[in-house]
């Protein structure tokens, strides 16, 4: 079996590193949630990120982080689902994990709602957006956005906190800026009307510190803490 620690723990030090730089740049002090996405990797990876400290992961796929969170079998970790979500595993998502952040319909809102337990408290949620407006990727579009936030706040098994996005990697390499600001525009004009968000989950490994410039305040960061994906 590999040894994941030094390296993982060496990264998840850089990350923080890298984040509270892309902070001061930004002259912010909010503070900035690192969820480390573990999908594809080991539970013996993830057992290193967390005795190194890291306490938020992410899982896309729902087997798969269940899995996990039972052999890590430690009280002291969030899990969030953070890739779209398919109808069919709402009930497993809302039984096992402590977030949702790929809410993009209303169906998967009132099934996520429906199955939540009621001794467990609510499920955390966020509304996914299509900001690049990509036909083929999940997320709701920016203009029903405040709609589905509503039915999302209405399920009593759900708490809404905020939106999560992947926007499309723009053609020239480059981070896709002017999606993370329309998120941001989007984020603080629904806040302004009254939503009670304070997350606005966006940037992954290649582009998490243009996320923290546009005002992310939850980054989302795997191959760059656990290594290539097997
Ligand atoms: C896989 C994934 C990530 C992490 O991507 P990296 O490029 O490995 O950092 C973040 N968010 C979502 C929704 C993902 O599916």
């Known amino acids: 079996m590999t040894d994941h620690s030094p390296a993982v723990a060496e990264r998840l030090h850089s990350i923080h590193e890298r984040i509270a730089a892309a902070q001061r740049r930004a002259g912010s002090d909010a503070p900035i949630t ?9 539970a013996a990876a993830v057992r290193a990120a967390a005795d190194a400290g890291q306490r ?6 729902a087997q798969e982080g269940i899995a996990k969170r039972r052999e890590l079998d430690r009280d002291d970790l969030l899990w969030h689902h953070i890739g779209p979500i398919q ?33 467990q408290p609510p499920l955390q949620a966020c509304v996914q957006v299509n900001i690049s407006g990509e036909a083929s990727k999940s997320g709701v579009a920016p203009d029903a956005t405040e709609a589905l936030c509503a039915l999302v706040a209405e399920q ?37 009307a009254g939503w009670p968000l304070d ?18 305040t939850m980054v989302r960061v795997g191959s760059s803490l656990f290594g290539a994906r097997t």
């Open 34 to 42: 690192l969820i480390a996405v573990s999908k594809k990797q080991p």
């Open 56 to 61: 938020v992961f992410g899982e896309n796929y």
């Open 87 to 119: 109808s069919n595993k709402c009930a497993d998502i809302a039984a096992h994990f402590d977030w949702a952040q790929g809410v993009d319909r209303e169906k998967i809102a009132r099934r996520l709602g429906a199955a939540r337990g009621e001794a």
């Open 156 to 192: 009593p098994g759900l708490q809404l906190r905020g939106l999560m996005a992947i926007p499309a990697p723009p053609a020239d390499g480059q981070p896709p800026q002017a999606d993370f600001e329309r998120m941001r525009a989007l984020f603080d004009r629904l806040r302004a």
């Open 199 to 216: 997350t606005l989950s966006m940037g992954m490994s290649a582009d998490f510190e243009t996320a923290i410039a546009c005002g992310a």
